[in-house]
DNA sequence: AGGTATGATTTCAA
DNA sequence: TTGAAATCATACCT
């Protein structure tokens, strides 16, 4: 009780701080213990009220108080012991395990780390995500996403500069504040450095708010461009209908150029690398089980050949030299050229094939069916029927050569094509 | 629900 | 880099 009331006239006394009544205060707040809590608060709350001087004024009357030396002996008393059972609680931070793993993943999507051009880390993380599928990758979605993750990243920097600026400045500040405040109260650089951990922890708790928020982001970014595109959806019919005519009008080989794909993926609104792969899958297909494909081989058989014969019918309705333009039913102008270049290669050189009689003779039995074919639409003026009933491609022939390429040497036969 | 078809991905070789 | 082959994952059909 009476250590109260000191203290109470102590707090009184460097309240109202003049010199020369602390003495009489204390010995006023002694008369009268109860002196109203209001009275001193008002005394602090003054303080606020103050002029800078004023207060500056104040301070350097503290400063050569006679109790000050006093004061701050128990003060620093009173420290060692709260220091010494602080101390025990917050020992230096084990490294966090859970921002290690943020770290780790933000560098990996290619956010943080390195900063240089597009960002080589996420132009590579860009790429692994988008699969080492080979051709070109389906560019829009990519490039899309690349911004996407630009931006991102672009933001994720520049709050991590804030926060560091602000974090540094507001280490500076504090430090200025101790180091005004050790005057007055014992500080030791190492309580200093201690505080300046504590900023820098409660700052770091909010940096990973940051990158956990940043993961996130990323994490939908992906889900919505990269991993959207392994969600697969078939074909549409015109599309597939597209690609199987040019498969079956190329079953010698059905090896679409660069531009061929690019055609094939403008028609089909798919991307080139689509083409790529479904041709990559049908071949593969084809090749493992050619009886399944055999309807369907000679379904789009009959269709290349209606359309040619309806392409030459008009020609000779028109009574004009069949200009092979891509007829009725928007079928490959390119297609016909290169198996009529084909035959014509076959038909114009027979001198030619005593230099490479060996690779003529394995390109003519592939190339057959596509004669046959084109013989059939050109020279066929009804009875389509026949077609359907007998096979129009002959499985064997692939089988005895197990490959289009060991076979047909597909550069040289379809030069035109391919080159 | 289970089987098949099919687009995409991965791995490997040339 | 491209394509073959194997495989995965999903759509679609029964």
């Not at 707040?29 to 207060?55: C, H, K, N, R, V």
């Not at 794909?261 to 690398?273: D, F, G, H, P, R």
């Not at 089980?289 to 290349?304: D, M, P, R, S």
């Not at 005593?354 to 003779?361: D, F, Q």
Request: charged fraction near 20%; proline fraction near 4%.
């Amino acid at each position: 009780m009476d250590d109260q009331t000191r203290m109470l006239a102590g707090l009184a006394g460097l309240g109202g701080l003049s010199q020369g009544d602390v003495g009489d205060s204390v010995r006023k707040q002694l008369g009268q213990p109860q002196q109203d809590i209001g009275d001193i608060l008002q005394q602090i709350m003054a303080i606020t009220d103050e002029s800078l001087d004023e207060a500056q004024a104040r301070k350097h009357a503290l400063n050569c108080h006679r109790m000050k030396p006093a004061l701050f002996s128990v003060l620093c008393e009173i420290k060692e012991k709260t220091v010494l059972s602080i101390r025990g609680i917050q020992d230096e931070d084990p490294p966090d395990p859970q921002i290690m793993r943020l770290d780790n993943m933000l560098l990996a999507e290619g956010v943080s780390g390195p900063e240089k051009g597009g960002g080589s880390a996420a132009a590579a993380a860009a790429a692994a995500a988008a699969g080492g599928s080979p051709g070109a990758d389906g560019g829009i979605e990519h490039s899309d996403y690349r911004a996407k993750l630009a931006q991102i990243r672009q933001i994720y920097h520049s709050e991590l500069e804030k926060y560091e600026q602000a974090c540094s400045e507001f280490t500076n500040h504090v430090m200025n504040l101790l180091r005004e405040q050790s005057r007055t109260r014992p500080i030791s650089p190492k309580e200093i450095e201690r505080m300046v951990a504590i900023i820098h922890r409660k700052f770091s708790s909010i940096q990973m708010q940051l990158k956990q928020s940043t993961c996130e982001a990323v994490m939908i970014l992906r889900s919505r461009f990269l991993d959207a595109r392994r969600k697969r959806r078939n074909f549409n019919k015109q599309a597939t209908e597209v690609l199987n005519e040019y498969f079956y009008s190329h079953l010698s080989n059905p090896y679409p150029s660069e531009e061929a794909k690019e055609e094939l993926a403008k028609k089909c609104a798919i991307t080139v690398s689509q083409v790529s792969n479904w041709f990559g899958n049908k071949r593969i297909r084809y090749k493992k089980n050619i009886g399944k494909f055999q309807e369907e081989a000679n379904l789009y058989a009959v269709k290349t050949a209606v359309d040619a014969a309806s392409v030459s019918a008009q020609a000779s309705q028109a009574n004009s030299p069949a200009t092979p333009k891509s007829g009725s039913s928007g079928s490959y102008s390119l297609s016909h050229a290169g198996d009529a270049e084909a035959v014509a290669y076959l038909g114009l050189r027979p001198s030619n094939l005593n230099g490479a009689g060996e690779a003529v003779l394995n390109i003519a039995p592939s190339l057959q069916p596509q004669v046959d074919t084109l013989h059939r639409a050109t020279h066929l003026t009804a009875g389509y029927e026949e077609l359907t009933a007998s096979a129009l491609y002959t499985p064997h022939r692939l089988h005895t050569s197990n490959s289009w390429q060991d076979t047909t040497h597909p550069s040289s036969v379809t030069s035109g094509t391919r080159l």
